[in-house]
Nanobody, 127 residues
């Protein structure tokens, strides 16, 4: 089992940047596919980005491509989401998720496949 704790959220003006971090404990995060999801008020949880165990493969929702970058440091058991050129529509609670996998190159974009979730961190982008 793995525990996930997100950090790095906050209030930023449109066009600004934030870097979210997700620290994993309990088991080494290198055994897990990692993902970021977000949920805005009144909306369903939405996939944002995912990264394979090795870090060699990533996948993003179209709305963040070219603006967000997911990365991982397995030595630190931490996954990051660098968010640039933020827009008001990026405002949401951002969640980190983990899915254990034997495959080092697989990515997962559906929330139902993730077994472990963090508590979320609020990102607010003002216009």
């Amino acid at each position: 089992q793995v525990q996930l704790v997100e950090s790095g959220g906050g209030l930023v003006q449109a066009g600004g940047s934030l870097r979210l971090a997700c620290a994993a404990s309990g088991r080494t995060s290198s055994s897990y596919i990692m993902g970021w999801f977000r949920q805005a008020p009144g909306k369903e949880r939405e996939f944002v980005a995912t990264i394979s165990r090795s870090g060699g493969r990533t996948f993003y929702v179209d709305s963040v491509k070219g603006r967000f970058t997911i990365s991982r440091d397995n030595a630190k058991n931490t996954v990051y989401l660098q968010m640039n050129s933020l827009k008001p529509e990026d405002t949401a609670v951002y969640y980190c998720a983990a899915e254990r996998s034997p495959d080092t190159s697989v990515v997962v974009s559906t929330s139902e496949q993730y077994d472990y979730w963090g508590q979320g961190t609020q990102v607010t982008v003002s216009s």
